[in-house]
């Protein structure tokens, strides 16, 4: 299932990933970073869904814009829309941001054509009205007080990503099309932040999960 919450102001992009990969039962296999940056690029891809699937795709994106860091931005972007377009239909989605000359962005890619916005192509998701900051919740539907909805200048973004995080750790869903369900975000919370300078993940909480349980 994994979730990857993720915030975007004018000059940086704040998003969380969990680190636990799961097997068919619903049990912990290992412990790995879902958030992994296009080389030496001011860019980061992040996915959730069927593992298989999901981490093919950014592998093949990792190979496909290898050799590449000395190109701008806008033009490995352009790369891996390509990809995406060809791709078929599948249980992953995905989560890329960058810094740019024109600023940080975040785009969503989904491949199972179940979003509002169209499958297989690049989505920017607008920021609301007045908002310094717009917010995309990749993961499970959860109830989120009013203060995640107020965009204040001086915010606290890893307070943030820390209770959605734990809300939506909450929340069971199921694997394939099987009836049973699992509790699959888990082993802890990686932040990372990208911007002009490049990017930066650190750890911002441990969970108590344990392989094989």
């Not at 690029?41 to 050799?67: D, H, K």
């Not at 203060?147 to 939506?168: C, I, K, N, W």
Request: charged letters at 20%; aromatic letters at 10%; proline letters at 6%.
């Amino acid at each position: 299932m994994s979730c990857v919450p993720s915030y975007l102001c004018p000059d940086r992009v704040h998003l969380f990933t969990d680190r636990a990969f799961y097997s068919q039962d619903g049990k912990v296999a290992f412990f790995a970073s879902k958030c992994f940056q296009i080389h030496d690029q001011p860019m980061v891809i992040a996915g959730r869904g069927f593992a298989a699937e999901t981490f093919a795709a950014m592998e093949n994106i990792l190979s496909l814009t290898a050799g590449r860091d000395t190109m701008k931005v806008g033009k490995v972007l352009e790369i891996i829309r390509e990809y995406f377009r060809r791709q078929e239909p599948t249980e992953a989605e995905f989560l890329i941001a960058c810094a740019t000359q024109l600023g940080a962005m975040h785009y969503l890619v989904n491949l199972h054509g179940r979003s509002p916005y169209a499958a297989f192509e690049l989505f920017s998701p607008p920021v609301p009205i007045g908002a310094h900051y717009t917010w995309v919740h990749q993961g499970p539907q959860i109830t989120l007080p009013p203060s995640h909805y107020v965009a204040e200048e001086q915010t606290d973004f890893p307070a943030l990503g820390l209770e959605v995080m734990e809300r939506m750790r909450k929340e069971a869903g199921a694997l394939n099309e099987a009836t049973v369900q699992y509790h699959l975000i888990g082993g802890g919370i990686d932040y990372t932040t990208v911007d002009s300078k490049g990017v930066n993940t650190v750890r911002l909480k441990d969970w108590p999960d344990q392989l094989g349980e």
